[in-house]
């Protein structure tokens, strides 16, 4: 059974994949994310935890962007979610009450594929996805091992479906000839309502942990999809944009490394119900600002 304190030790053990980040050695307490709109100028949210947990959204989190863009401020949406396309995503909040424009919507999907050369990949994604932002020769994996060992790489977007025995065949396959692995969610887990999940991200990791040295990990912490949102907000410098997550090795360490402000939410993510205090002091991770949830 998968809980905050496995999960947390999980990601420092891996610190060493990890960009390279500074973040204060102390961090502020405050109430509302309006304690900060005078020194902020753009709003970045994750989504798993932040406004929603798996198809609920957390209360408050409408009436937060609706005070936020009332105020004229910038907000997007980062997330690693890579399981559906930007239509996907964008009908995914609609859902949740939540609009965001096109632009607004920045995933770790749109950062893998902008890596997906020409030839033929293996994908593992959830057989809703229609995979119609893939523009180039793929097959889906299931569980036919000549399927593995005849494409040219692999393209991680789901764990809806994916089992150990799958992983199996993608260790096998990659052993015997390796390819390019792209892992489209660098998450080790999600939360959802009953509990965590395994992402993408943690069988990116198995891959490595077997020597494997062609996997390749997009979204947060690593630096792709942040020049993608960084395209649409070339005029705000680093110091008055702030990430708002739940995870102090995805999130908060992600945005600190590229000179982002960051604000730790804890109240329903990846440390609901545990003292995150001792997992800064513990990781040498401090995020600007702590927050419960985010309340106008």
């Known amino acids: 059974m998968l809980d905050p304190v496995t999960v947390f030790q999980k990601y420092e053990s891996l610190r060493s994949r990890l960009p390279y980040f500074n973040t204060p050695t102390t961090t502020i307490e405050i109430n509302s994310m309006l304690e900060i709109v005078s020194e902020i ?3 970045v949210f994750d989504a798993f935890g932040v406004l929603n947990i798996g198809e609920e959204l957390i209360p408050g989190a409408d009436l937060a962007l609706k005070t936020l ?6 907000v997007r949406v980062l997330t690693n979610a890579a399981s559906y396309d930007k239509s996907g995503a ?3 909040f609609l859902d949740l009450g939540l609009y965001f424009a096109t632009e607004e919507i920045i995933t770790s999907r749109d950062a893998a594929l902008e890596d997906v050369t020409p030839g033929l990949w293996g994908v593992i994604t959830a057989e809703a996805d229609n995979l119609s932002d893939l523009k180039t020769e793929y097959i889906r994996l299931t569980d036919t091992q000549p399927d593995f060992d005849k494409v040219d790489g692999f393209l991680f977007l789901s764990t809806n479906g994916w089992n150990p025995k799958k992983q199996l065949l993608l260790r096998d396959s990659i052993s015997k000839n390796e390819r390019p692995v792209i892992i489209a969610n660098a998450d080790l887990v999600a939360p959802r309502e009953n509990g965590f999940t395994l992402e993408p991200g943690f069988y990116g990791h198995d891959l490595m942990d077997l020597g494997a040295s062609t996997v390749k990990f997009f979204g947060k912490p690593y630096s792709a999809v942040y020049k993608l949102l960084a395209k649409s907000l070339s005029e705000f410098s680093g110091d008055k944009i702030a990430m708002f997550g739940d995870s102090l090795h995805t999130d908060i360490l992600g945005a600190a490394a590229q000179g982002w402000k960051t604000v730790l939410v804890t109240k329903d993510g990846l440390f609901s ?15 600007n600002w702590r927050l419960d949830r985010i309340n106008p």
């Open 90 to 92: 964008e009908k995914k």
């Open 69 to 74: 863009r009332n105020m004229d401020k910038q």
């Open 273 to 287: 119900g545990f003292d995150t205090k001792s997992f800064c002091e513990g990781s040498g991770i401090f995020p």
């Open 41 to 43: 100028d753009v709003f």
